[in-house]
């Protein structure tokens, strides 16, 4: 592979992954965001397949629709189990030994749909890919050993099933929890030749509005939204017509319909 095109997805790792040069403004935004029950399944299977765990690897699928949160469930993720020394900011509910149990520079994030990996043909990619996590591991990672590799959204590079399984098993041995996730079953759904690999399937579910809200509206509009969603504000509570029910709420909705339009 010619040094320049490596350097090309080297680069665009770095990007990925800001919180290995000290860039923690993305973790801090979504960690003031109301966990997500989705968020402590992962959270419990990656506790098990690490604390006290002498298995092959871990591989953990985690399936859901477009649109439902799973890049913003991931850098949730990131921001639970990262140390929190390193970080500065405070994440609620932190309930299991994984928590705060990762260096920053030990979690490699890969979003695979929108990236550098989609030019490549599928079997290129996915070589790719091994060498991007092998230069993590090598070059980036403080304890290359306890390492949490993420991909997200796995089916996105429509490569071989088995080549896909091949990867991905390789990528979860010597014991490292690898999630991924994918918008289908069956692209979560794989046979390994490794029995030492345990897998588990997590079936996502849908965001509530005001959790999704609070992913896709400014801080201030979040906060106002969350305060009537819990019935804090006196003037929405005394007289259901107020300017924040009539005015705020439809903006919200109009903001969001627009953003999701955007997406598609």
């Known amino acids: 592979m010619e040094q320049s095109r490596e350097r090309r997805f080297i680069d665009e790792c770095h990007a990925w992954?800001?919180?290995w040069e000290d860039d923690f403004d993305d973790l801090q935004r979504v960690s003031e965001f109301h966990p997500r029950s989705d968020l402590?399944?992962?959270l419990k299977t990656v506790d098990r397949a690490t604390v006290g765990s002498n298995s092959g690897g871990h591989l953990i699928g985690c399936v859901g629709q477009t649109g439902i949160g799973k890049t913003t469930l991931l850098k949730h993720l990131v921001a639970t189990v990262i140390d929190?020394?390193?970080?500065?900011?405070?994440?609620?509910?932190?309930d299991y030994d994984i928590v705060d149990g990762y260096h920053p520079t030990d979690v490699l994030y890969l979003p695979l749909e929108q990236s550098l990996?989609?030019?490549?043909?599928?079997?290129?990619?996915?070589?790719?890919?091994q060498r991007i996590v092998q230069y993590h591991r090598t070059r980036i990672a403080q304890n290359p050993d306890t390492t949490?590799?993420?991909?997200?959204?796995?089916?996105?590079l429509d490569g071989d099933p088995k080549a896909v399984a091949d990867l991905l098993t390789e990528l979860a041995d010597n014991s490292v929890p690898l999630v991924y996730t994918a918008r289908i079953d069956d692209q979560v759904q794989f046979k390994t030749s490794t029995p030492e690999i345990e897998q588990t399937q997590i079936p996502l579910l849908p965001v509530k509005f005001i959790d999704f809200a609070q992913s896709q509206l400014s801080a201030s509009e979040s906060a106002e939204l969350e305060t009537l969603q819990a019935g804090e504000s006196v003037d929405a509570r005394d007289d259901p017509e107020t300017i924040h029910?009539?005015?705020f709420v439809p903006h919200c909705l109009i903001v969001l319909i627009l953003k999701a339009l955007h997406t598609n």
């Open 17 to 19: 992954n800001p919180w």
């Open 40 to 42: 402590y399944a992962i």
């Open 117 to 129: 990996y989609n030019l490549e043909r599928p079997n290129d990619a996915l070589q790719l890919i």
């Open 84 to 94: 929190i020394s390193s970080v500065g900011f405070e994440v609620q509910r932190r």
């Open 148 to 156: 949490l590799l993420l991909i997200d959204d796995i089916g996105s």
């Open 245 to 247: 029910y009539r005015i």
